[in-house]
């Protein structure tokens, strides 16, 4: 199965920028759908940003024109590319994977996940 590991996780103020990094093992990277998830203390996980096998993005209203997803599928790697930072990005970001996702933006369409990574903003 799919092994996942984020790094790239920090703290920072309002207004700087984090790029983070998910390291994929285990299967065919370039056939995953891949997915940038968050989830806050009392919040339930939302789908941050995501990229189909074929290529197709999709974003959280609140992160269009300042988060970008991308991969390099030499290095089975996928990133999240964060500017503008608000505080209320403050969250531990999970990177997923799946075979085959609809949605992509959905919790439950992923079937693999990471640890997270922490990221927290101030204001």
């Known amino acids: 199965q799919v092994r996942l590991v984020e790094s790239g996780g920090g703290s920072v103020q309002a207004g700087g920028s984090l790029r983070l990094s998910c390291a994929a093992s285990g299967s065919t990277f370039n056939n995953y759908c891949m ?14 940003a995501a990229i189909d096998s074929d290529g197709f993005l999709s974003y959280i209203d609140s992160v269009k024109g300042r988060f970008t ?9 996928l990133f999240l590319q964060m500017n503008s930072l608000k505080p209320e990005d403050t969250a ?19 079937r693999y996940w990471g640890q997270g990574t922490q990221v927290t903003v101030s204001s």
Request: net charge negative; glycine share 12%.
């Open 35 to 48: 997915g940038w998830f968050r989830q806050a203390p009392g919040k339930e996980r939302e789908g941050v």
């Open 92 to 110: 531990m970001y999970y990177c997923a994977a799946d075979p085959d996702v609809l949605d992509g933006l959905g919790t439950v369409e992923y």
């Open 69 to 77: 997803i991308s991969k390099d599928n030499a290095k089975n790697t």
